[in-house]
C-alpha cells in the first residue's frame, strides 16, 4: 500500500513571503502526484498534475516539483486569497486507493 | 462551463443507505471517470473510489468495498453513489470529481459542490 505523508501539517507566514510543503510517498510514484487548493467551505481545486503541470489559470506564484519520492508545492508572493488547506494526491496506484496526503493548511500572519 | 452538481443534503438514520447523484454538463459525459472523494468536518479528503461511465467499471478503497456501489446513466449524464449500512462516522460531506486519465498521470479536474450527509438516529 502506498502511503502518503505531507509536512508541515500547518504553517503560517506573511503576505509577499515564499512558502514550501512537501509531500513524500513510502514508494517512487513516477510523478503520479496531483496538488489541490481547498479554500475554507469550498470545494478542492486542481492546482497541479503529474507533479509540476498546471491547468490553466493557476497563478504564476504557485509552483510543484519533485520526483520518485518526494514532492514539494511553493508559493511565492504569498496572497491573502492563498488562505487554504494544501492536499496531495498519489494516482500511481488504485489499490488500496488514490490516496490523499493529510493536508498543509496555510494561516497568513 | 464544464461543472458537477450534486443533489441536496441527507439526513439519514444509522444502519440506512444514502444515494447521492453527480449530473455532468458542457463534456462529453462518457469520456472521463467519476471519483467519489469525502470529508468529514474539520478533516482530510479521502477518495472512496472511481467509475467509468462508458464500460461501468468501478475501483473502489479497500475501506469501501461491499458497502459502495457506483454507477452511471449516460442517457442523463448523471452518476451516482449508494453508501450502504450508514455509521455515524460516515457523516461527511461528499463530492464527485472529473477524473481525467493521460499518458503520464491521471488527476481530477472538476469538482462538484459537495453534498453534505449526516447520519444521525
Known amino acids: 500500500d502506498i502511503q502518503v505523508t505531507q509536512s508541515p501539517p500547518s504553517l503560517s507566514a506573511s503576505v509577499g513571503d515564499r512558502v514550501t510543503m512537501t509531500c513524500r510517498a513510502s514508494?517512487?510514484?513516477?510523478?503520479?502526484l496531483n496538488w489541490y487548493q481547498q479554500r475554507p467551505g469550498k470545494a478542492p481545486k486542481l492546482l497541479f498534475y503529474?507533479?509540476?503541470s498546471a491547468p490553466s489559470g493557476v497563478p504564476s506564484r504557485f509552483s510543484g516539483g519533485g520526483s520518485g519520492t518526494e514532492y514539494t508545492l511553493t508559493i511565492s508572493n504569498l496572497q491573502p486569497e492563498d488562505l487554504a488547506t494544501y492536499y496531495c494526491q498519489q494516482t500511481y496506484s488504485p489499490s488500496p486507493g488514490f490516496t490523499f496526503g493529510q493536508g498543509t493548511r496555510v494561516e497568513i500572519k | 462551463q464544464v461543472q458537477l452538481v450534486q443533489s441536496g443534503a441527507e439526513v439519514i438514520k444509522p444502519g440506512a443507505s444514502v444515494r447521492v447523484s453527480c449530473k455532468a454538463s458542457?463534456?462529453?459525459?462518457?469520456?472521463?471517470?467519476i471519483n467519489w472523494v469525502r470529508q468529514a468536518t474539520g478533516q482530510g479528503l479521502e477518495w472512496m473510489g472511481r467509475?467509468?461511465?462508458?464500460?461501468?467499471?468501478?475501483a473502489f478503497a479497500q475501506k469501501f468495498q461491499g458497502r459502495v456501489t457506483m454507477t452511471s446513466n449516460t442517457t442523463i449524464s448523471t452518476a451516482y453513489m449508494e453508501l450502504t449500512s450508514l455509521k455515524s462516522d460516515d457523516t461527511a460531506v461528499y463530492y464527485c470529481?472529473?477524473?481525467?486519465?493521460?499518458?503520464?498521470?491521471?488527476?481530477?479536474?472538476?469538482w462538484g459542490q459537495g453534498t453534505p450527509v449526516t447520519v444521525s438516529s
Open positions: 470529481a472529473r477524473g481525467r486519465r493521460f499518458w503520464s498521470g491521471y488527476y481530477l479536474d472538476i
Open positions: 467509475t467509468n461511465p462508458k464500460i461501468g467499471d468501478t
Open positions: 514508494q517512487d510514484i513516477n510523478s503520479y
Open positions: 503529474s507533479a509540476s
Open positions: 458542457q463534456y462529453t459525459f462518457t469520456n472521463y471517470d
